[in-house]
């Protein structure tokens, strides 16, 4: 059971920026995002390869958001510019024991508890 902690969530201006990082208990394939606002259904943001070879962005963070990691510290990070109100949402970070980074949620084996992003305008 692989434990993942998501951090650096918090309350940001539109336009602003924010990191958020998720700290996982041991190795892992790939790693990826999504977000879940009130409402809403769960929705894929970003993943990333075991070895950071492969990235997957949905079209709505593409070219705001940065997905990067760091295998020494099993941490995930999720860099976020340019921040709109319709960012806000509870992350989640999320692993999967197999290769691949797929979007869909049903992928990923293991969760952790989210972190709250609020932009206001």
């Known amino acids: 059971q692989v434990r993942l902690v998501e951090s650096g969530g918090g309350l940001v201006q539109a336009g602003g920026s924010l990191r958020l990082s998720c700290a996982a208990s041991e190795r892992t394939a790939a790693m990826g995002w999504f977000r879940q606002a009130p409402g809403k259904e769960r929705e894929f943001v970003a993943a990333i390869s075991q070895r950071s070879i492969t990235t997957s962005y949905a079209d709505s963070v593409k070219d705001r958001f940065t997905i990067s990691r760091d295998n020494a510290k099993f941490t995930v990070y999720l860099q976020m510019n340019s921040l709109k109100p319709e960012d806000t949402a509870v992350y989640y970070c999320?692993?999967?024991?197999?290769?691949?980074?797929?979007?869909?949620?049903?992928?990923?084996?293991?969760w952790g508890q989210g972190t709250q992003v609020t932009v206001s305008s």
């Open positions: 999320a692993s999967r024991v197999r290769i691949g980074v797929p979007q869909s949620s049903f992928e990923y084996d293991f």
